[in-house]
């Protein structure tokens, strides 16, 4: 993929989080907050690249250190939401 | 060529890369409500554990190996990938422990915590690229410097515009791992909440900052080490510098801005890598972190440029010694009782200090005996109560307060005017009348909650001496219609449910 194809893909994706991110309900910020945490630690990919790659010792240990730290957010971060999520409840109707 | 041939990601990678990315849109987008809000969580683990697969399926360690007469078979390094499902496991068994032990009231200090991790995975990635710039595929043919327009004259190293986005991401990774650790210590209490004012930190941040830049724009002629782990360095010491003026109050929005860096750190990756989950995930994350930011900067009435600036909250006014002593009335926990079993409608307003307390549990007990009264009972919450965005909803989502009786500032305000008794439990700064009618106050044009206009308010509060967070005093102890209720807010609480039982 070139430069401009890539540019393009970032430019339309941060109207999307734009329009996303206005229509979260405030009850839901801190939700928010630990669910994009969890998603940017996709950086795990990078990290998985250099853990696996040959060639550099000290590259591959750099990649297992953050692949280690990228996992602490991911499984942190959605079992954390997950927790949160599960707190929010409806008031219980009373019917007759 | 050798561009060409290290970016040949398969079709079906790309594709898969961009249904993850997708899954993460769709997260997001269940958060639009509480109902839809546990699939948007569980669509994004999908796409985390697609993009996972797929890196791990087309960067399998290993080797090919071509013998004569034979279809390629690959060996797999399984040393390696043993390293890496370790290195996966530690990551993930601790991450799993912390989420489920962490105390709610602690939620604005582990966001900050994981912010500095995915910081330092980007920073980790960053610099392990730069040592092995083959395995990911960023070389190219670099023609020596001045002879450009002659052939055979090249040799292999970093492609100019990958340095451009690893020294940003790394920069960036740097800043968010330094000033989510800077707001962890805040947040947690191991560091003082007052902004440390260094002499002329402005002068010294821009200078750095103008360095960094500098830096990143040498490094596409020279890709010695010294350009790349200074730029790192300096990014390190600039998060720190950045952080330490700004004072708690002002922790929301900070802690939304970490947000943001950190997804324009993964986005930076992201276009090195030329991965589109990268990229897509880091447009998310950094608007989302941005808009959160602006939300929080505009329910204080204060500019992003301000609260970067820091120092709020140093300068305490000047009415504060004669305010002490102007006379308020107190009130007993049976007298809250009383007046709130008597009353048709009450506004519970939490902040920060019901959190301090943990007083939430205390809270909903207070609301069900009313409840059972007769007495309808609605919360309201500011946007910047608490440390970040959401914080008060969470809390009293944990002590199992329906959401909908829970209300933002804008659709309840209009209603403390019908409203017979507020009661406001460890909260200050964002009820104080000044900001609609004192020119001279720092928070002055901050919406705040109208809880004056409700025909008693009750006072939470420890003592009478201590201010709120903007360092201003609250003249609403002072009126007619307010009682305060001195006191610990969840022994407060407490005593109050007592009465009413």
Redesign the interface.
């Known amino acids: ?1 070139d ?1 401009i194809s ?1 540019l393009s ?3 339309l ?2 109207f ?3 329009y ?37 010792p ?3 240990w ?31 109707r009373k019917d007759g | 060529m050798v561009e060409a041939a290290a970016h040949a990601q398969p079709a079906w990678a790309l594709l898969a890369y961009l249904i993850a990315g997708i899954c993460f849109i769709l997260a997001l987008r269940g958060l639009s409500s509480p109902e839809s809000s546990r699939r948007g969580n569980a669509t994004g683990m999908i796409g985390m554990a697609i993009a996972i697969a797929t890196t791990l399926a087309i960067h399998l360690p290993g080797t090919s190996v071509t013998p004569i007469a034979t279809p390629t078979t690959f060996l797999v390094n399984w040393t390696v990938l043993a390293e890496m499902l370790v290195a996966v496991g530690i990551g993930a068994t601790a991450g799993l422990v912390i989420a489920r032990r962490i105390a709610m009231t602690a939620m604005p200090q582990l966001v900050a915590a994981f912010h500095s991790l995915v910081g330092m995975a980007a920073v980790l990635v960053g610099a392990a690229a730069y040592l092995n710039p083959e395995a990911f595929g960023i070389t190219a043919q670099i023609p020596y410097f001045h002879s450009s327009l002659t052939s055979g004259c090249c040799f292999t190293g970093i492609a100019r515009v990958s340095r451009v986005e690893m020294g940003l991401g790394v920069a960036i990774g740097a800043i968010t791992f330094s000033g989510s650790v800077i707001a962890f210590l805040k947040l947690n209490g191991n560091m003082s909440g007052k902004p440390i004012l260094l002499p002329l930190r402005h002068v010294i941040n821009l200078g750095t900052l103008a360095a960094i830049l500098i830096l990143i724009a040498y490094f596409t002629q020279d890709q010695s080490p010294w350009v790349f782990f200074t730029v790192m360095g300096l990014s390190f010491a600039i998060g720190f510098l950045l952080i330490i003026p700004i004072g708690g109050a002002d922790m929301p929005v900070v802690i939304s801005m970490l947000n943001s860096y950190s997804g324009w750190a993964a986005a930076a990756m992201g276009f090195t890598l030329h991965n589109t989950a990268m990229i897509i995930t880091g447009a998310l994350v950094g608007s989302s972190g941005a808009i959160l930011s602006y939300i929080m900067c505009r329910a204080m009435n204060r500019s992003f440029i301000s609260v970067i600036a820091g120092g709020f909250g140093v300068v305490t006014s000047s009415g504060d010694a004669a305010a002490v002593d102007r006379p308020y009335k107190r009130g007993s926990a049976e007298d809250a009782a009383f007046l709130m079993s008597q009353a048709e409608q009450v506004i519970i307003v939490p902040g920060y200090g019901m959190a301090v307390a943990q007083a939430q549990h205390a809270v909903r007990e207070m609301a069900d005996l009313l409840k059972a009264k007769g007495v309808t009972v609605k919360y309201a919450i500011h946007p910047v109560a608490g440390r970040m965005p959401g914080h008060m909803n969470v809390l009293l989502a944990e002590a199992n307060v329906p959401y909908d009786e829970v209300f933002e500032l804008e659709d309840i305000n209009s209603e403390f005017a019908q409203t017979d008794v507020a009661y406001v439990i460890g909260a200050n700064d964002v009820t104080n009348p000044a900001a609609k009618n004192d020119k001279s106050s720092p928070i002055y044009g901050m919406p705040v909650l109208d809880v004056e206009k409700a025909r008693t308010c009750l006072f939470v509060k420890r003592s009478m001496g201590g201010v709120g967070y903007a360092g201003i005093d609250n003249e609403l102890f002072y009126r007619d219609n307010t009682m305060m209720l001195l006191g610990d807010a969840k022994k407060m609480t407490e005593e109050i449910v007592k009465a009413l039982g």
């Open positions: 993929m430069f890539i893909i970032f430019v994706a941060c999307v989080g734009y996303v991110v206005w229509s979260v309900t405030p009850a839901l910020h801190t939700p928010l907050m630990s669910v994009t945490n969890a998603i940017s630690s996709v950086i795990v990919v990078g990290a998985l690249i250099a853990a696996a790659a040959a060639g550099s000290g590259s591959k750099l990649g297992l250190v953050a692949v280690a730290l990228a996992s602490v957010n991911i499984f942190g971060g959605f079992a954390v939401t997950q927790r949160m999520l599960s707190m929010y409840k409806k008031r219980e």
